[in-house]
């Protein structure tokens, strides 16, 4: 897998390659009028899916369309600083999709337009966190499109064998990865770059504390926080985590191939698993610290789908962003259910999906309705963001003191936040 829908639950700061290039060719914005010079032409950007048919649903969907025709670019890469970076000029597309809505930035700098009136009678049927985690002061500006959650998974035989129960506790997972660990096998699976990109908010939830306060001050100055650092540390440096997999930690490539006795990854993984683990796992959330600090939590995310706001074809964006995120419920079933496991967005979806009804899925759809976090909130900025994953990668790769580095990470925050609400 090349990069996955489940960036979303990363800390989104991966940022790389520039050129907004797509699957085929991308000469930019199409122009106003359609192919036939009656319908409006949009164009409409998803990053590179994972889940194989995930493409040629997305343009089977788009092409059914019948009031505009749609293009579709299949961005590879570096989906988000593509796509932040075409916002910019007046080659963007014209609907887009971006991880749990657009950033603040965006909405602030007028980036992308309100998009409050197309639910109407819908709201009440959306998730409600979701919906408040995609708007700003009051306001809509994205529409999400399916739940993604990651979890922990495991080899129940590999643990039985071995004497392990499924760890309740972050001192429990470190002490049955060592146990799980041999010459074959590695404990623990968490990214090739071993937890920075994926366990930034699982670390601070497991700790009680989280990115910020409710009234938006910085949230982690403290020493809980800097203890769980410290102990994804101790992971990186007991040897126990499968390092260069493959794949990363979005594809189960190294969990089903006994790379890993367990791995962090997304409940979208888990129809492949069931294939070549018929009934040899179980799904876990990440673990509270101790027994007597913080809470057990699974990341919770959603891509929302957007309306750039230097569209040629504005009313013809949000028409068609209704239609197929509001109106076309079968489409949203299919596109939740039949190209890797995920949530619909929807409560009445929800209730439809049957392939979560069973199994391990319905064991993480309660984890998800017991320990769901969403992601990080609105106000958590790009730069916190890659502040934070900067002071991660020192922690977790080099040693460096959990609390020097988040000082500095809390002094660019609190730059930010006065940035942002001043």
Known sequence: MTISRRQVLGLGTGLAAMAVAGCGSNSGRPSSGGSDGSKPALQQWYHQYGEAGTQQAVEKYAKAYPDATVTIQWSPGDYEKKAATALLTDQGPD?????????????????????????????????AALLERMSYQGKLYAIPQ????????????L?????????????????AAKKLTNNKTKGLFVGNDGGVGVLGGPALWSAGVDYLTKDNQFGFDDPAAFESLRKLREFWASKVLLLGAPTDWSDPAAFTQGLTAMQFTGLWTLPVIEKALPGDYGVL????????????????????????????????????????????????????QSYGFHVPARKSLS?????????PAADAVKLLNENGRPQN??????????????ALNKIIRSGADPAAEIKTVKSVTEAELKRITG
């Open 95 to 127: 609907v887009f999709e971006y991880p749990n809505g657009p950033t603040i930035d965006m909405i602030k700098g007028n980036q992308v337009v309100e998009l409050t009136d197309l639910l109407g009678d819908a709201k009440s049927d959306f998730n």
């Open 285 to 336: 959330p990440w673990p509270k610290l101790n027994a007597t600090t913080g809470a057990p939590s699974v990341p919770v995310g959603a891509f929302g789908a957007c309306v750039n706001a230097k569209s040629k074809n504005l009313d013809a964006a949000k028409k068609f962003i209704k239609w197929l995120w509001v109106d076309q419920t079968d489409d949203q079933l299919d596109f939740a």
């Open 377 to 390: 909130p609105m106000l958590w900025s790009p730069k916190a963001s890659s502040a934070y994953s900067d």
């Open 159 to 175: 643990l039985s064998a071995a004497g392990v129960q499924p760890p309740q506790t972050v001192d429990e997972l470190l002490a």
């Open 146 to 157: 399916v739940i993604d959650m990651q979890l922990l998974v495991y080899r129940k035989s």
């Open 351 to 359: 209730e439809k999906a049957d392939k979560l009804k069973s199994g």
